[in-house]
């Protein structure tokens, strides 16, 4: 069951908690090496701790999605410690989400930045390496805000739909040799609520949160099915919600 995930090179964004740290823990335990990004390093440090004392490689580099630059060094140092990028996860998001009256206008610049911008430096960054190498793969978490919109998630919920717009026509570009998966997580147990500068709307998504949201590792295991599959099999999108979301 590990052998698709065993040995691989896996880069990781958005990885200091949440989603990105659970489908970390996961993928060194089933073999993978790691490379580590995100902005919070003191986290970062922690994890690599957890992971090696565990037997497993990982290493980190302080990363922000929003800096081209972050993602070239995050896919220089996957080539420079252990020869080769197979995976590139682009897991980082801001979900700064308000009503449109609110008028924040700086977070929506940072969700675009973050949420669309950073998919397209990863992109940037890992596609050369991906094609000189011959192979490579791209796993993106959006949202089910990517299907679905309702009041307040207006901006984020359409830096999602250009997330799966962007990746199918990744997928469609991307030949026999690069591989495409798109992630949207439902309702998931993480800090997604403290990123709201909207006292009502961060209380709203606490209680649903907490009332009905599953783990992150629900998605690392979604994250890891992809991963693991043969080289000729390509999982292109994967919906994973709390049974009981609407």
Not at 4 to 29: N, P, R, W
Not at 70 to 85: I, K, P, S
């Amino acid at each position: 069951m590990n052998a698709g995930i065993d040995g691989k090179v896996v880069a990781i964004t958005g990885a200091s908690s949440g989603i990105g740290e659970a489908t970390a823990l996961l993928l060194a335990a089933r073999g993978a090496r790691l490379v580590l990004g995100a902005r919070r390093s003191d986290r970062l440090t922690d994890l690599v701790g957890r992971i090696t004392e565990a037997g497993a490689e990982a290493v980190y580099i302080r990363t922000d999605v929003t800096r081209r630059e972050d993602l070239h060094a995050l896919v220089g140092l996957a080539r420079e410690r252990f020869g080769r990028l197979d995976v590139l996860v682009s897991n980082a998001g801001s979900g700064a989400i308000s009503p449109l009256d609110d008028l924040r206008v700086d977070e929506w610049d940072q969700m675009v930045d973050v949420n669309i911008k950073g998919v397209l430096h990863g992109i940037g960054a890992a596609l050369p390496v991906f094609r000189a190498q011959g192979s490579g793969h791209f796993v993106t978490t959006a949202s089910t805000a990517a299907f679905r919109v309702v009041p307040a998630m207006a901006v984020y919920a359409g830096t999602k739909f250009a997330v799966r717009a962007i990746c199918e026509g990744l997928r469609q570009e991307a030949g026999d040799s690069v591989r495409v998966t798109t992630v949207s997580p439902g309702q998931v147990h993480t800090e997604f609520a403290e990123a709201s500068s909207n006292p009502e709307i961060r209380a709203r998504i606490t209680q649903t949160r907490d009332r009905l949201a599953i783990p992150p590792e629900a998605i690392a295991r979604a994250i890891a099915f992809a991963i693991e599959q043969p080289a000729e099999v390509d999982v292109n999108e994967i919906v994973v919600r709390p049974t009981a979301q609407v």
